[in-house]
């Protein structure tokens, strides 16, 4: 399975805008769809966003539509999380995930067999 590594986490203040970036460790990435998930403290982890493996069917979660964008870049082997107007609710450990699905995305946390560690967002008031 593919190993991804997620980076661009840190201590923002609210609203403003953070970039997660999602590092695969081999071309083996172009097999996955992805999603990117949140767990904040004391709650269940949820699903924030999700891309098919081409990039062209998206998902997003109600709480984070207009002010997330996920992207992907096949040829880097990198996927994207793209954050704006931050609240600090959001504040959580963000984790890429990969799924292998030839078309399209899912947001069925089981489908997901490569996890990333996770990169902390904290965003203050």
């Known amino acids: 399975q593919v190993q991804l590594v997620e980076s661009g986490g840190g201590l923002v203040k609210a609203g403003d805008s953070l970039t997660l970036s999602c590092a695969a460790s081999d071309a083996a990435f172009t097999l996955y769809a992805m999603g990117w998930f949140r767990k904040a403290p004391g709650k269940e982890r949820e699903i924030v966003a999700a891309?098919?493996?081409?990039?062209?069917?998206?998902y997003y979660a109600d709480s984070v539509k207009g002010r997330f964008t996920i992207s992907r870049d096949n040829w880097k082997n990198t996927a994207y999380l793209d954050m704006s107007s931050l609240k600090p609710a959001e504040t959580a450990l963000y984790y890429c995930?990969?799924?292998?699905?030839?078309?399209?995305?899912?947001?069925?946390?089981?489908?997901?067999?490569?996890w990333g560690e996770g990169t902390q967002v904290t965003v203050s008031s």
């Open positions: 891309i098919s493996r081409s990039g062209t069917d998206l």
């Open positions: 995930a990969g799924a292998i699905k030839l078309i399209g995305f899912t947001v069925a946390e089981a489908d997901y067999k490569s």
